[in-house]
C-alpha cells in the first residue's frame, strides 16, 4: 500500500461541492437502538454523479436524508459527523437555514412524486411557489412564465395548459418531471436523486434518464443519485459508494468498480444481475439473509454471507478499516487484496467452498 | 389459451379494454414469460387463465380440458392443480396464521392434509425451498422478504400443481435475494416438470429463465417468439424500444448503445386507440397503422410481431 499518495479521507476527487464526515445515525426503536448509518463518509464534487449503491436497509437514503435534515428526530438521532456544504456544517445550522438551502441550493427529487406533490392544489401554482420561495424579487408572473419555461424544459407537453391542472390529471413519468423542474428551478449546486426512477416504466425512466441529465447539465450540480440498480448506476454515474448495513464498504470510479470489484459484496451484487446479452449462466447469488441491524454482525457486518472470507476469523472479529487501496479506490475488506483477477479471484475460491453456502436460511 | 379477453366495466356503459385476443400456450417443464409495462394487461392475462378473473371471451384449455366456462364445483380439482405465487409475500401470507398453517391450508381445503402425510409433507415443502421445519412455528413478519417468498412458493407447491403462474415474484425483493430465488425456480421446475407463466417487467431476469417470451402492449401481445427470437432478432418497435431502454450494469456501453426513447405516455385502456395500438409512440407509424389492426403472422416457426412494418433488429449487439 506504499504505491500512491492517500490524497483524502474521505472518497471523493477533492473539490467536494458537499461532503459528509463520519456520520452516524441511529433510530431508537421499542426493542432498542438501530444504528441505520454508522460512521459514512463520502464527498460529491462539482459536475459530478455519485452513485450510491446498497439494498434495503443499506443506509443510503438515511444518510441522504440527513443531509437535508429530513430525518424524523425522534425517533432518528445523529450521534456523530459532519456534513459540510459551502463551508457550513448542515447537521449544525438552524431549522430557518435549512429551509433556505432545502429546495434551493440543494435539492432532492424522491422516488415516489405523488407524495411530494400536494394533490389540492395546481401543479403550476407548486412549482411558482417553490420558485418565489427561494427569489423574492419574482413577481407571481414571472414565477409563473419560469415555471412553464421549466415544465417546456423537462419535456411536458403543452406547458400552458399543463401548468394549470392538477397532480392527479398528470401520468407518473410526468409527475417526476415536475419533481426535477422543482428541484433545479433554483439551479440548486447540489441535486440528491434517491431512486428517482424506480417507481416508473422502463420506457418512461429512459425518458425521466435524459431529464435528469439534463437538468445536470443545465445546473451543472453535484449529483448523489441513491439506487439499488446497477443498471441505473452504470448508466449514470461517474463515481460510485456501495453501502452494505449501514456501512461503506467500497468506493470506485464507475469502470473500476464494475470491472474489477474490491469488495466481495460488491461483487456478489454484479454478479446477482441476471444480463440482457451475455450468454446465459445460473445466477451466483449471495448465500443468506440482509443482516437485521438490531443484531449486525460482529467484525466486518457482510462476513456470515462472504464468499471470500472461507471461514478465517478476523472478519467475524475485527471490522475492516474503510480505506483507501488504490488511487481512487477504497474498501472495507481485510482481504481485498486477494481479489486482483477480472472475475475477482472469488469465483476460483468458491469451488473449494463448494457446499457449505446452502439455503443460508437460519 | 385462445382468443383470451378481459373487459372490466367502467360504469356509463364504458369498458377498460384489459386484455384483448391474447392467445398463449405453455408446456409442461417450459418458462413462457409475459413482459410488459404497468397496464399492459399482463398480470390480468395470469389471473383470468386461473380464472380468478371471469374471462370476457376466448377460451382457456388446461390439460387438453376446456375450463373458460366451468362452474366452481368443476373447477375445484383444477384449481389444484394451477398455483399462483405473487409479488408481495408480505401481502399474500396470512399475518396471523404460522408458516405451518399457511403451508398447511391449501391440503386441507383440498381435504388432502393426511393423505399427503399431514406435518410431514409441511416439513418436506419446506425443505423443498431451502426452509427448515423451525420455521414452520414462526410468523411471515418474522421473516426477511426472501424468506417469505420461500414460504409463498412452499404453499404453492402444496398441491402438486402442473402449472404455476408467477406474477413478479421477485420484483420486489432485494437484488441479492433475487438470484436465490431465480435459483430455486429453476431448480424447482427441473424437479417436478412444472409449466411457469412468468409475469415481469425486468427484460433481464425474463431472458434469465424464460424458454419463450411474449410482449404485451396495452392488452395485447405485440411479439412473440423463442427468447433468443425476441431478444436477439427483435421484431416489434415496441419490444425494440423497451429492450434499448433498458439500463445495463455496463458502464463502458453507456453511449455505445442503439437508444430508442418513446415518447408519450400509455393511451388510455378506455378508449385504446385505433388500428395498431402502439402507433401513438411509434416512430414507423403511418396512415395504415391508424385503420388497419395488425395481427402476428408465424409464418415458419414461433416468430412473430403485430407490427406492418416489422423488421427484425438486434438491439443488444456490442459496437
Known amino acids: 500500500m506504499s504505491h500512491f499518495v492517500q490524497d483524502s479521507a474521505a472518497p471523493g476527487r477533492g473539490d467536494a461541492a458537499l461532503s459528509i464526515e463520519d456520520l452516524t445515525v441511529e433510530f431508537r426503536t421499542p426493542e432498542g437502538t438501530l444504528r441505520a448509518v454508522d460512521g459514512v463518509s463520502y464527498e460529491v464534487g462539482r459536475g459530478e454523479v455519485l452513485g450510491v449503491v446498497g439494498e434495503s436497509g443499506s443506509g443510503k437514503s438515511v444518510t441522504a436524508m440527513s443531509v437535508l435534515g429530513l430525518l424524523p428526530m425522534p425517533p432518528a438521532r445523529v450521534r456523530s459527523g459532519r456534513i459540510m456544504f459551502e463551508g457550513e456544517d448542515l447537521l449544525r445550522v438552524g431549522r430557518r437555514r435549512l429551509r433556505e438551502i432545502r429546495g434551493g441550493r440543494i435539492a432532492m427529487v424522491f422516488q415516489d412524486p405523488m407524495t411530494a406533490l400536494n394533490p389540492v392544489f395546481r401543479v403550476g401554482d407548486q412549482l411558482g411557489e417553490a420558485i418565489r420561495k427561494h427569489n423574492p424579487d419574482f413577481s407571481r408572473s414571472d414565477a409563473r412564465r419560469r415555471a412553464i419555461d421549466l415544465l417546456e424544459m423537462v419535456g411536458i407537453p403543452f406547458p400552458a395548459q399543463r401548468y394549470r391542472q392538477y397532480p392527479h390529471q398528470y401520468s407518473g413519468g410526468m409527475r417526476q418531471r415536475v419533481m426535477i423542474a422543482m428541484a433545479i428551478a433554483n439551479k440548486p449546486s447540489v441535486l440528491i436523486a434517491d431512486e428517482p426512477t424506480t417507481a416508473l416504466d422502463v420506457t418512461i425512466q429512459a425518458q425521466v434518464l435524459d431529464v435528469l441529465k439534463l437538468a445536470k447539465e443545465e445546473t451543472g450540480a453535484a449529483t448523489i443519485l441513491i439506487s439499488h440498480d446497477l443498471g441505473l448506476i452504470a448508466e449514470m454515474a461517474d463515481r460510485v459508494a456501495v453501502m452494505y448495513a449501514g456501512r461503506l464498504v467500497e468506493s470506485a470510479a464507475v469502470r473500476d468498480l464494475f470491472a474489477q470489484p474490491r469488495h466481495p459484496y460488491t461483487q456478489g451484487l454484479i454478479k446477482s444481475v441476471p444480463s440482457l446479452s451475455a450468454e446465459i449462466q445460473a445466477l451466483t447469488p449471495i448465500e443468506g439473509q440482509p443482516p437485521d441491524l438490531m443484531h449486525p454482525p460482529s467484525g466486518c457486518r457482510f462476513h456470515p454471507r462472504c464468499a471470500l472470507r472461507q471461514g478465517r476469523s478476523v472478519c467475524a472479529t475485527d471490522q475492516p478499516p474503510f480505506e483507501q487501496i488504490a488511487t481512487g479506490r477504497w474498501s472495507a475488506c481485510h482481504f481485498h487484496e486477494e481479489m486482483t483477477g477480472v472475475d475477482g479471484g472469488v469465483r476460483e475460491r468458491e469451488v473449494d467452498n463448494a457446499g457449505s453456502g446452502g439455503g443460508g436460511v437460519t | ?319
Open chain 2, 1 to 319: 389459451m385462445e382468443g383470451l379477453t378481459k373487459h372490466f366495466p367502467m360504469g356509463h356503459g364504458e369498458f377498460v379494454h384489459a386484455v384483448d385476443d391474447v392467445s398463449l400456450s405453455v408446456s409442461a417443464g417450459e418458462t413462457l414469460g409475459l413482459v410488459g409495462e404497468t397496464g399492459s394487461g399482463k398480470s390480468t392475462v395470469g389471473r383470468t387463465i386461473l380464472r380468478l378473473y371471469e374471462p370476457t371471451a376466448g377460451k382457456i384449455f388446461f390439460l387438453g380440458q376446456e375450463i373458460s366456462q366451468l362452474k366452481d364445483r368443476a373447477l375445484f380439482p383444477i384449481r389444484r392443480q394451477m398455483q399462483m405465487v405473487f409479488q408481495d409475500p408480505y401481502a399474500s401470507l396470512n399475518p396471523r396464521m404460522t408458516v405451518r398453517e399457511i403451508i398447511a391450508e391449501p391440503l386441507e381445503v383440498h381435504g388432502l392434509f393426511h393423505e399427503e402425510g399431514g406435518g410431514r409433507r409441511v416439513d418436506e415443502l419446506l425443505e423443498i425451498v431451502g426452509l427448515n421445519s423451525e420455521h414452520a412455528k414462526r410468523y411471515p413478519h418474522e421473516f426477511s422478504g426472501g424468506q417469505r417468498q420461500r414460504v409463498g412458493i412452499a404453499r404453492a407447491l402444496a398441491l402438486r400443481p402442473r402449472l404455476l403462474v408467477l406474477d413478479e415474484p421477485v420484483s420486489a425483493l432485494d437484488v441479492s435475494i433475487q438470484a436465490q430465488i431465480v435459483n430455486l425456480l429453476e431448480q424447482l421446475q427441473d424437479e417436478f416438470n412444472l409449466a411457469y407463466l412468468f409475469i415481469a417487467h425486468d427484460l433481464a431476469v425474463i431472458r434469465h429463465i424464460c424458454d419463450r417470451v411474449a410482449v404485451m402492449y396495452l392488452g395485447q401481445i405485440v411479439e412473440t417468439g423463442t427468447r433468443d427470437e425476441v431478444y436477439r432478432e427483435t421484431a416489434h418497435p415496441y419490444t425494440q424500444a423497451l429492450l434499448s431502454a433498458v439500463p445495463i450494469p455496463e458502464p463502458e456501453l453507456r453511449d455505445e448503445r442503439a437508444r430508442i426513447v418513446l415518447q408519450g405516455d400509455l393511451p388510455s385502456p378506455i378508449h385504446p386507440p385505433s388500428g395498431c395500438r402502439f402507433r401513438t409512440r411509434c416512430w414507423k407509424a403511418d396512415e395504415r397503422c391508424a385503420v388497419e389492426e395488425p395481427r402476428i403472422v408465424t409464418p415458419l416457426g414461433t416468430h412473430g410481431a403485430a407490427c406492418h412494418y416489422a423488421e427484425s433488429r438486434d438491439m443488444l449487439a456490442r459496437p
